[in-house]
Nanobody, 115 residues
């Protein structure tokens, strides 16, 4: 049974930081591209960052220089370090495990940026 579980969301002030974690089980983690997406109130889900099984990373233009995605294949975990957060980045943050045959999603973790 495949499980993708996010954690680390919470309330942070503008300019603050959050570190999200996503643990995946039931898959050959090292063979998957892992990605983070977010969906704010009234908005469509958008890609934030991804890291391939080879370690290549890519980011949405809006988060470049502030967010860092990383993976630990030994722990079957992917992380998203988010710095200098802005109120408009309040959203549900979702983890995705992707290969050419499957897409698995977590239930999401809420990140709220507010003073």
């Amino acid at each position: 049974q495949v499980q993708v579980v996010e954690s680390g969301g919470g309330l942070v002030q503008p300019g603050g930081s959050l570190r999200l974690s996503c643990a995946a089980s039931g898959i050959r983690f090292s063979m998957y591209t892992m990605g983070w997406y977010r969906q704010g109130p009234g908005k469509q889900r958008e890609s934030v960052a991804a890291v391939t099984n080879g370690g290549t990373t890519n980011y949405a233009d809006s988060v470049k220089g502030r967010f860092t995605i990383s993976r630990d294949n030994a722990k079957n975990t992917v992380y998203l370090q988010m710095n200098n957060l802005e109120p408009e980045e309040t959203a549900g943050y979702y983890c995705n495990a992707h290969n050419p045959f499957h897409d698995y999603w977590g239930q999401g973790t809420q990140g709220t940026v507010s003073s």
